[in-house]
């Protein structure tokens, strides 16, 4: 079995930073893909960043230049810096991690509000 644990969520001010960060734990092999989504309430879950085994990463063009994914490959860690947070980003965002199948956290809430 393959545990994500993700941590970092909250409320802060528009302009704000959180980080993110998930922790895979249990039998899990050299992680290939890893990242996150995120989903407001009626609305499909939509993808925010990825970060490959070699470092290569991706971004949804609303995060390019605030958002920052990277991963401890020694930990199973994958993390979100997110800087210059809008209230558009308000939403929970999900973790995942493949490793010979596909792994999602539980969630974790970000409200961006005054």
């Known amino acids: 079995q393959v545990q994500l644990v993700e941590s970092g969520g909250g409320l802060v001010q528009p302009g704000g930073s959180l980080r993110l960060s998930c922790a895979a734990s249990?039998?899990?092999?050299?992680?290939?893909?890893m990242g996150w989504h995120r989903q407001t309430p009626g609305n499909q879950r939509e993808l925010v960043a990825t970060?490959?085994?070699?470092?290569?990463?991706n971004y949804r063009d609303s995060v390019k230049g605030r958002f920052t994914i990277s991963r401890d490959n020694a930990k199973n860690t994958v993390y979100l810096q997110m800087n210059s947070l809008k209230p558009e980003d308000t939403a929970v965002y999900y973790c995942?991690?493949?490793?010979?199948?596909?792994?999602w956290g539980q969630g974790t809430q970000v409200t961006v509000s005054s």
């Open positions: 249990g039998t899990i092999f050299s992680p290939d893909a």
């Open positions: 995942y991690v493949v490793s010979r199948a596909l792994y």
């Open positions: 970060i490959t085994s070699r470092g290569s990463t």
